[in-house]
């Protein structure tokens, strides 16, 4: 072989390790692009809400915060911004544009007005906006407008059905809850906002419930307090001065109204022996407090923190595109959690939470 020969070869031999060179360091560095962090990703959940000050609903966002934390992963962050509605749909649907202009891939939506969500739901399919609605139920024909709607909630008479039933074994158990000892329980009834789902259906079952528990009943007031313990205290004052002593029983459709009216006992300066036994729902921290306190006879858990949790799973699995089986939604939409009595065996878990 020539000189020629062993050059040209070596020149090949160059060439030939050159090339391979280039090609191991371009597929090292394809490989390290590989391994490089994926951008990350930022959920953004626009949150509205009839009123920020209602205490449950305060309670479950304060939990929906924390959850949506602790959802938070390395490749997806999660932003929570809350809106608050003021009572007024006008202003919520405001809100709600505001949130959409800002940025914003998944809308929790407390309606003001459960029976008027039309814009909000055009707004929302305008720019293919999941919207998960919570608590306040929007009505069958409105949730089937389009598929990228849910509900979070629990279902009313589940609730009236177990205050009814707490209320029915109090009276059993607490003799002198009839204080005049006619055989009938005179009651009184706070409620929540009219066409409210859980107003409407929580008085009836559990009025019902006391009935088919065998206790007689006899209704001397009703009066709306709009969830409210203030206008409770002062619903509750205004029955006293015209009922008295009279009233033996208090069914509050929520524990801020309960407390509304262990308020107005209060004042009265009305002694625990004479107090009529007053029933509350939810299960808030001072709802429960009061049970412990012992101003309270019973109420019924609303779980906050279920319902908060799965309003957070559910929005990140919308935003990364997962299946949804695992949530189980009745027709593919509504997820309803369930309510629990509190009891004096377990009260303690409730108050740890
Ligand atoms: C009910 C709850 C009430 C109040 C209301 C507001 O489910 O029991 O305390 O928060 O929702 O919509």
């Not at 309606?111 to 305008?126: F, G, K, Q």
Request: a negative charge; charged letters at 25%.
């Amino acid at each position: 072989m020539g000189e020629n020969g062993m050059a040209g070869k070596r020149r090949r031999g160059w060439i030939l390790t050159a090339v391979l060179l280039a090609g191991w360091l371009s597929l090292a560095l394809e490989g390290c692009a590989g391994r490089q962090a994926p951008q990350k990703r930022y959920l953004r959940i626009g949150v509205v809400m009839y009123d920020v000050n209602d205490t449950f609903l305060s309670e479950l966002i304060a939990c929906f915060r924390e959850d949506a934390k602790s959802l938070q992963t390395e490749e997806r962050s999660i932003n929570v911004t809350v809106r608050d509605g003021e009572k007024s749909q006008r202003t919520e649907d405001s809100c709600v544009e505001e949130l959409i202009d800002g940025g914003c891939d998944v809308l929790c939506v407390n309606l003001v007005d459960r029976t008027a969500p039309s814009r909000i739901i055009d707004m929302a399919m305008e720019r293919d906006i999941p919207i998960i609605f919570f608590n306040r139920e929007p009505v069958k024909e409105d949730l089937a407008q389009w598929d990228r709607m849910y509900y979070v909630g629990s279902d009313p008479e589940e609730s009236g059905v177990m205050q009814g039933e707490l209320a029915a074994d109090y009276i059993r158990s607490h003799s002198g809850v009839d204080r005049n000892k006619d055989g009938v329980i005179q009651y009184v009834l706070l409620e929540g906002e009219p066409g409210h789902q859980d107003a409407i259906i929580r008085t009836e079952s559990a009025v019902s419930t006391l009935t088919r528990e065998g206790v007689q009943l006899e209704k001397l007031s009703r009066q709306i307090a709009n969830w409210n313990r203030a206008q409770a205290l002062t619903k509750m004052s205004q029955m006293m001065t015209q009922y008295g002593s009279r009233i033996e029983l208090v069914l509050a459709n929520n524990d801020d109204m309960a407390l509304g009216a262990i308020d107005a006992l209060r004042q009265a300066g009305i002694t625990e022996g004479s107090r009529p036994a007053v029933f509350g729902i939810d299960g808030t921290k001072e709802g429960l407090q009061a049970i412990v306190d012992g101003t309270m006879a019973g109420t019924v858990y609303h779980d906050k923190e279920g319902q908060a949790m799965t309003m957070a799973k559910l929005a990140a699995a919308l935003y990364d595109g997962e299946d949804l089986s695992s949530f189980h939604l009745k027709d593919w939409t509504y997820c309803y959690l369930p309510y629990q009595k509190v009891t004096p065996e377990n009260l303690e878990k409730f108050l740890e939470r």
